[in-house]
């Protein structure tokens, strides 16, 4: 009779897989770092002048309505400057029904602003409730495509007489300003 031999078979180690394993999330992290590392864009911070105001940033949402309906409204008063040879009267543009000028809940929720024609060159808009809305001056030139909008919080405003920026920026006028970029949606404030 032969004698029994015993055979210790030691089980299979875990220890060179999860090694392997390691080292292969480690490289495919290593490949996703370099690749964000050097695909990554530089933000610009873009800021505006002590005068100027945000839109996005530095105004209330009655204030950026008001700014947004302005800036459409903008294409009509060209329209209708043409056919004219004049810009239209706040008083025309409440009756076409075009906002910020039309007397509407919107516009009472906004502030109730009063709108006239200051010669023949700007839209000035006195706000009856401030603390809801400042007063709005929107400037225009015949071949200006953009509008020239400025804001007055203040209470006791009456119509700028000179429409320079050095008379409006004196007498506490802030130019609004539309700024794009990448970033709107990422803005991190601390």
């Avoid at 999860?18 to 080292?23: M, P, S």
Wanted: aromatic content about 6%.
């Amino acid at each position: 009779m032969t004698t029994p031999t015993t055979h210790v078979v030691r089980p299979a180690g875990a220890g060179h897989e999860t090694l392997y394993v390691l080292l292969l999330c480690l490289m495919i992290l290593a490949v996703a770092g370099s690749v964000v590392a050097w695909r990554h864009e530089s933000q610009e911070i873009s800021s505006v002048s002590s005068h100027q105001l945000d839109a996005r940033r530095d105004l209330s949402a009655s204030e950026q309505g008001i700014y947004a309906d302005l800036r459409v409204t903008l294409d009509e008063i060209h329209l209708l400057r043409q056919e004219q040879q004049s810009l239209p009267t706040p008083q025309v543009l409440a009756d076409e029904g075009f906002a910020p000028f039309a007397q509407d809940a919107s516009s009472v929720s906004r502030g109730g602003h009063a709108w006239q024609l200051l010669e023949a060159k700007a839209y000035f808009g006195q706000s009856q409730v401030p603390t809801v809305a400042g007063s709005f001056l929107m400037r225009l030139t015949v071949d200006d495509d953009a509008p020239d909008v400025w804001l007055n919080r203040g209470n006791a405003l009456t119509a700028p007489t000179e429409l320079t920026d050095a008379a409006l920026e004196s007498a506490g006028w802030q130019q609004i300003v539309a700024q794009f970029d990448a970033g709107v949606t990422r803005q991190h404030r601390h």
